[in-house]
């Protein structure tokens, strides 16, 4: 049976990826903050789901809980991070500026570096992290956030870069850029291109089984990634 690790598995994509690995025949840690939700998780599959209440801005108990979670299943063969947060923030107020770069880059790296050690150490396993198609340009709504999602991104290449360190070629690093997905991370009002989760899900898991390098959900963001690679800074700044 292969053994997985979510970090952000109470809501959303987190909780819909760890229900389709079960049904894969999985044995998956699911951690969070809310541990009720989690309680509620197990109690449809007791073998399958173990709990482990984490808060990943708490980076000692983050690392415990990693370590914990080694020690009980002895091999990792899929770690999914995806715990973030993201804020509307035109006015920068530093509260909700703070909050992001604990979650989305300090407490992300942490559980990126933790995880690619024990690969290393194991010599395979699969880091599958949700970023965003926010990481490819700025933003002046929600600087922070995109800034994150930035961030992420070239880490996860560098460590994709870093996988050469390993013997075998059994490490892989899959990087999950959402565009607008039917949770509570869509910022903003009139959203367009909106995506079920239950679809966006699908698709996700689909690129994992496939090991894919990166991915853009739904397929059609894709053209919208291209499009914003392209366009300078001073027409987004005028349209935007």
């Known amino acids: 049976?292969?053994?997985?690790?979510?970090?952000?598995?109470?809501?959303?994509?987190?909780?819909?990826?760890?229900?389709?690995?079960?049904?894969?025949g999985y044995k998956v840690a699911i951690t969070g903050r809310r541990l009720p939700l989690l309680d509620a998780m197990k109690k449809k599959s007791p073998s399958n789901f173990s709990i482990y209440e984490n808060d990943v801005q708490n980076i000692e108990q983050t690392e415990?809980?990693?370590?914990?979670?080694?020690?009980?299943?002895?091999?990792?063969?899929?770690?999914?991070?995806?715990?973030?947060?993201?804020?509307?923030?035109?006015?920068?107020?530093?509260?909700n500026e703070h909050d992001t770069i604990k979650t989305?880059?300090?407490?992300?790296?942490?559980?990126?570096?933790?995880?690619?050690?024990?690969?290393?150490?194991?010599?395979?396993?699969?880091?599958v992290a949700i970023s965003s198609i926010a990481s490819l340009r700025g933003n002046r709504s929600a600087p922070a956030y995109f800034a994150s999602k930035a961030f992420q991104v070239n880490y996860l290449e560098s460590l994709y870069f870093k996988t050469k360190e390993v013997k075998g070629g059994r490490l892989y690093i899959t990087d999950v850029r959402p565009g607008f997905i039917d949770?509570?991370?869509?910022?903003?009002?009139?959203?367009?291109?909106?995506?079920?989760?239950?679809?966006?899900?699908?698709?996700?898991?689909?690129?994992?089984?496939?090991?894919?390098r990166r991915v853009y959900i739904s397929k059609r963001w894709?053209?919208?990634?291209?499009?914003?690679?392209?366009?300078?800074?001073w027409l987004i700044k005028k349209v935007m």
């Not at 049976?1 to 049904?23: D, H």
């Open 222 to 233: 894709n053209l919208i990634a291209w499009v914003l690679k392209i366009v300078p800074s």
């Open 104 to 127: 989305n880059v300090v407490g992300a790296m942490r559980i990126y570096d933790l995880v690619f050690h024990l690969f290393k150490k194991q010599k395979f396993g699969h880091l």
């Open 64 to 95: 415990a809980v990693f370590n914990r979670i080694v020690t009980d299943f002895e091999t990792i063969d899929l770690v999914i991070h995806s715990s973030g947060v993201g804020y509307e923030n035109p006015s920068l107020e530093w509260g």
């Open 1 to 24: 049976m292969p053994n997985a690790i979510i970090f952000g598995a109470t809501s959303g994509i987190g909780k819909t990826l760890a229900n389709f690995l079960v049904e894969d």
């Open 183 to 212: 949770t509570k991370m869509a910022l903003g009002d009139g959203i367009f291109w909106m995506t079920p989760l239950q679809k966006a899900s699908r698709q996700i898991y689909n690129a994992i089984k496939r090991k894919k």
